[in-house]
Each structure stands twice: as C-alpha cells, then as structure tokens.
C-alpha cells in the first residue's frame, strides 16, 4: 500500500478523510472505501490500496489503445489494476474495473520494474490503461517521471473524470491519452454511469490545451447515446477544440448490466456521417 495523494482528514478525532481526487470528493470512514474501490482510510489515513499490484500486463499496439496517430505502427507496454471511480452499467471490461481490490489476481509491479519491462520489450513507452489508471495516481505520477527520464512515452487510457488540479499536476509528464466521452448529455452520465459530464469535457479541454496529443472515444449505444442530435453536439463541441482531433466512435455490445442490442453497423455509419461533417479523422471501432 501507499499512502494517497489528494486527501485531507476531516474528523481527526473520527478518522475520517476526505478524497479530492476525483469530483466525488469521496468522505470516508476508517476501514471503507472511496467509489473507486481502490482508496482506503485505514486508521485515519488515506492509502491506495493497488499502488504497484496490477490484473493485466500486457505488450499492446497502440492502435488498441486506441491512438491512431501517436507513434502508429508500434507496441507500448499496457498495465491496468482494478477498480474505477465511474459505475457504468454496459462496462466493456467489467470484469476487473467493477471488482474490488483482490490480491491473489494481482501481480506486483514496481515502477522501476515498469520502466526496465518497457525498455526490455523496446516498448515506445508504457500505457495507463485496461480499468481507470487515475485511481492509481500515485503508481503512475511516480512511473511516468522514471519512463520520461528514459525517453519512454507516457500514455493514458481514461475516462477523464479527475479534478482538474490532480489533472493539471500530472499532464506534464503525459504525452498523450485517450478520453472516454460516453455520451454529450448529463442525465445518461448520472443514470448510467455515476458521474457528472462536466468534468470529463473539462479534462479533454485542458489536455488539448497544454498541447498534449488527445484522442477521444464514443461508445455508441442503440437508444441511449446515438440520436442524429446528440452526435451533432458532440462534435460541435469537439471541433470547437480543433477539427483534427482524432474521433473513435465504436461499437457497442452488451455487457455488465445493460442488455440493449448491439449497435447496427447502419448507426455506426450514420455517427461517422455526422462527424465528417466537422471532424477531419473519424474512426470506426469494434466493427
């Protein structure tokens, strides 16, 4: 374990903590969890309990990521842990980011072990990705200023929600991630997912910013995310960004809690449609 970044005791006689790490601003007892599952108070300390234990370790193309335009045609070293600090009902990879943390799934992984495994494998880099890396913040502010010492790029795979001072402190030692935004409207957020969209639109928006290479990912839902409408905001919204950012709108399947029926192909083509309208690089996925 290591203690948390991004806390502060609320009730020194209780022990009680409070997480500002994400916009959930978790208030947490002695021996409970934040919504991430991953940051625990124990005895009056905030402690991430998956700092260096990872599910999947995994060497990727990074086209999977996906980035279609950061170093393509190269592997990047992936790693992902358990937990996430969104609640999404048609979670594509529920099985380790809607779990809680379990020791005798994990494998330890040191950030000097992460380096010298990027560098082995002559990885470009290493990916925060496969569940929320976030909730691992201390894991990866420490790993990604040991690969930029290396040379190596650091890479995220999230879904934006953090709060935008955690955000601000880590990006300069990122080089590129790709963001989930999962749908343009807050009610599907808050019904779906157990969050707010503010603060993923804000994350996309700073990244961009501070000039970091951003990619972003719709997964696109039958009746829920995918109305001519709400796919025209979406980018309106995106290419008042920039035109050239790259698009993934990809296919959605049932899983975890959501049963509606797989995305037609005819939708899918409908969203790029739209897209093309105002975006110069959209994708297709899971099709």
Known sequence: MKEALYYSVIDKEKKTVGC????????????KTGACRARKNIDGILQSLVYGEFASVNLDPIE?????????????LS??????NLRCQHCQNWEISQSDYNPEIMRSLSPEEAVSMAKRYKSIGIAYTYNEP??????????????????LKNVLVTNGFINEQPWENLLPLIDAANIDVK????????????????????????????????????LVIPGKNDSEHEIADFV???????????????????????????TP????????????????????GNI
């Open 20 to 31: 500002v790490l994400c916009p959930h601003n978790c208030k947490i007892q002695p021996g």
């Open 236 to 262: 309106d919204w995106l290419s008042s960004l920039s035109p050239e950012i790259p698009v993934h709108f990809s296919r959605y399947f049932p899983q975890y809690k959501m049963k509606e029926e797989t």
């Open 79 to 84: 790693v992902g842990t358990t937990g996430c």
């Open 183 to 218: 749908s343009f409207k807050n009610d599907f957020y808050k019904s779906a997912c157990g969050a707010e969209i503010g603060p993923v639109l804000r994350s996309v928006e700073i990244m961009f910013k501070r000039g970091k290479h951003v990619e972003v990912t719709y």
């Open 134 to 151: 976030l909730i691992n913040y201390e894991w990866v502010a420490e790993t990604a200023k040991l690969a930029r010492g290396e040379a």
């Open 64 to 76: 999977k990521k996906p980035l279609y335009h950061f170093y393509p045609r190269t592997h990047i």
């Open 265 to 284: 192909v005819k939708t899918m083509e409908l969203a790029r449609r739209v897209a093309m309208k105002r975006m110069k690089y959209v994708y297709l």
